[in-house]
């Protein structure tokens, strides 16, 4: 798989199952750190998801230290509202797993502090942030666009 999205306790079920679509329409394994902030038995969760769940590779992860051994050797690259690199400005490797937060909370900080890529999506001043799935849809198509995997779907 080109690349990977990885969600860090997810709180919101339709978020995730948004994002679950949005792997599977591109092909993208999906990875949920847990403890998750809902059931994967969600009606909310199987609602927003549709059918394209059953097209999805879905891994879950018991915990960070189980996610981060797994994969030690992939760079991990966070999307931050208090990241210094802009997503545009950032080249994107093939194995890259992009990193999103809690919505309610992001990572730990303890977390930020120790992955070295960290990207923000560039966004009017005075606006905190974009909804987690569309920051994901936003990120995961620059991308693949960078990649040149939308040439392999043509």
């Keep these: 798989m080109p690349l990977e999205i990885a969600l860090y306790q997810p709180d919101i079920a339709p978020n995730a199952a948004t994002i679950g679509r949005l792997c599977a329409c591109f092909g993208l394994k999906l990875t949920i750190i847990e403890p998750a902030g809902f059931a994967f038995t969600d009606s909310s969760f199987r609602r927003a998801g549709m059918d394209y769940l059953a097209n999805l590779a879905l891994e879950r992860a018991p915990s960070w230290q189980a996610f981060q051994t797994t994969n030690h050797h992939r760079r991990i690259v966070l999307l931050s509202t208090k990241a210094a690199t802009p997503h545009t400005r950032f080249s994107f490797e093939s194995d890259d797993i992009l990193l999103l937060g809690r919505e ?51």
């Design 104 to 154: 309610s909370a992001g990572v730990p900080q303890q977390i930020h502090a120790s992955l070295p890529h960290r990207i923000r999506i560039p966004m009017r001043e005075g606006l905190r942030s974009l909804n987690i799935a569309v920051a994901a849809s936003v990120v995961a198509g620059e991308a693949l666009r960078q990649l040149g995997h939308f040439d392999t779907l043509l």
